[in-house]
């Protein structure tokens, strides 16, 4: 069985978002004899790949890193033209991937730890044991890391994988698990590509599948969690947000600080699930942080990514697009204050792809649906508050709970309004692509989510707790 079951005769046109004329490349897709192949073949490689040593898994990790690093350059040109983000922005996404393989390779040695007691209650061995065959359900917004922040744990715990690739920006990401793949055994590591309501669903109903990591939009995960029930498999789901940040009034505004948030919000063209997606400013200081953000958002150059002075790109498919484009359209009519700014590069035209000039809105109500929805876009509301009690309430009023910020010159204030705020992770004085690490917990609230991934507790998500016990004297009982 090959690493990449396909049908030679279904394929998916991958185009740039950025020149929408110009082919990336055809995604072979996978038919569902395939995928019940694939789960056939993970289940016989299962049994060979978690009875080895954990430091040995390791290594297949660690290789594979080097595999990365040895063809960074190529697979940052390829997912800066298949998705439409910098090429900066993707050669950070491919070295933070190589790193993701080093950070769970270097896990090993504690994942095999045993805790062995031994008193009245008799001898206990408390250890991981790995679940089975795991399937991986990967976004395209950051395909290539989310992709290893899931593969990654899941292969070093011992599960066999079979990785289900986004529907748009799959390119890389299917030739760095290649590269992975052909350097584990067979069967291990499979990767397959289709429709969520063909290929997904065979995966996530699939009796034979224990595991199912997920990271995307909350109604997906939904209709995951519906079809896993059935099984009662374990899940470990990263979903939505609309993450909100809050500005205090001791705030320092200056250019460090406004750039800070406009990166936040900007990078990636707003493709980003725990980015700044409103924000909320006090009332004495909301002219003055309005008036700067505008000023340095106003900086932003649109364009191909590819090209070296551009900062922003278009945002990644027709459905984005549209939905971006609507929540704007939908600000307008309410009533809001729209603002379009940055400029468009030279060499693109908004006529070329998907792009979207970076809009900042104000005069929204609590209730519009920019402040509401998540925009996965460049598209960010202003909003003010008259009292923290007032920025919390706001910031908690949203069924999403992901990620927050807030911004204070007194950072243990700061660090105790964010214990009051509904989220997996609040974040003080930064929130932006990079504040989040390898090793820290991620996960969210409400509808954000369930489990967490990254760190240490990734390895134990795609593991379950065993315990061995021998009791040697039930004398009373």
Not at 74 to 87: M, Q, V
Not at 102 to 109: K, Q
Not at 287 to 306: C, R
Request: glycine share 10%; with cysteine; proline share 4%.
């Amino acid at each position: 069985m090959s690493a990449h079951p396909s049908d030679s005769d279904a394929k998916r046109t991958i185009r740039n978002p950025a020149r929408l004329i110009d082919v990336v490349g055809e995604l072979p897709l996978t038919s569902t004899e395939q995928v019940l192949c694939a789960v056939e073949t993970a289940e016989n490689a299962f049994s060979g790949w978690s009875a080895g040593e954990a430091a040995d898994r390791a290594g297949f990790l660690s290789r594979a890193a080097d595999a990365v690093d040895a063809e960074h350059g190529d697979w940052a040109t390829l997912l800066t033209r298949e998705h439409g983000k910098t090429l900066r922005e993707a050669g950070a996404e491919i070295g933070n991937a190589a790193g993701v393989l080093r950070y769970y390779a270097g896990l090993a040695e504690q994942y095999e730890q045993e805790l062995e007691l031994n008193d009245h209650l008799g001898r206990r061995i408390q250890r991981r044991h790995p679940f089975g065959v795991a399937a991986v359900i990967v976004p395209w917004n950051y395909p290539v890391i989310l992709a290893l922040l899931m593969t990654a744990p899941a292969l070093l715990a011992g599960n066999t994988v079979i990785v289900k690739l986004p529907d748009h920006a799959a390119l890389a990401v299917r030739g760095i698990l290649g590269r992975l793949a052909d350097l584990l055994p067979p069967g291990v590591l499979q990767i397959v590509a289709g429709d969520a309501s063909g290929v997904g669903s065979v995966l996530t109903a699939h009796p034979r599948i224990r595991k199912v990591l997920f990271t995307g939009s909350t109604d997906t995960g939904r209709v995951i969690m519906r079809d896993a029930s059935a099984n009662l498999k374990s899940l470990s789901l990263e979903l939505g947000g609309n993450d909100p940040a809050i500005v205090l009034e001791d705030a320092r505004l200056d250019d460090g600080m406004i750039t800070e948030l406009v990166r936040g919000a900007f990078s990636a063209s707003g493709q980003v699930c725990y980015a700044p997606k409103r924000i909320y400013v006090h009332r004495s200081r909301f002219d003055e942080f309005v008036d700067g953000y505008l000023s340095v958002a106003d900086e932003l150059v649109v364009g191909d990514g590819l090209e070296a002075d551009v900062t922003m790109g278009p945002v990644n498919n027709d459905a984005q697009f549209r939905h971006v484009r609507s929540l704007i359209r939908g600000s307008a009519d309410g009533g809001g204050t729209v603002r379009t700014v940055g400029r468009m590069h030279s060499g693109s035209s908004e006529r070329d792809g998907f792009f979207i000039l970076p809009t900042v809105v104000t005069g929204l109500g609590q209730s519009a649906d920019l402040v509401q929805k998540e925009q996965f876009g460049p598209a960010i509301p202003i909003l003010p508050f008259e009292s923290e009690a007032d920025a919390v309430r706001m910031a908690n009023d949203s069924e999403y709970g992901l990620a927050a910020s807030v911004w204070s010159a007194d950072s243990d204030h700061a660090f105790g309004l964010a214990r009051r705020i509904e989220a997996g992770t609040i974040f003080v004085n930064i929130h932006r692509v990079g504040a989040s690490d390898v090793s820290m917990p991620f996960g969210g609230f409400k509808q954000s989510g369930l489990g967490r991934g990254h760190g240490f507790v990734g390895l134990e998500e795609c593991s379950e707790s065993q315990l061995v016990v021998e009791r040697s004297d039930l004398r009373g009982l």
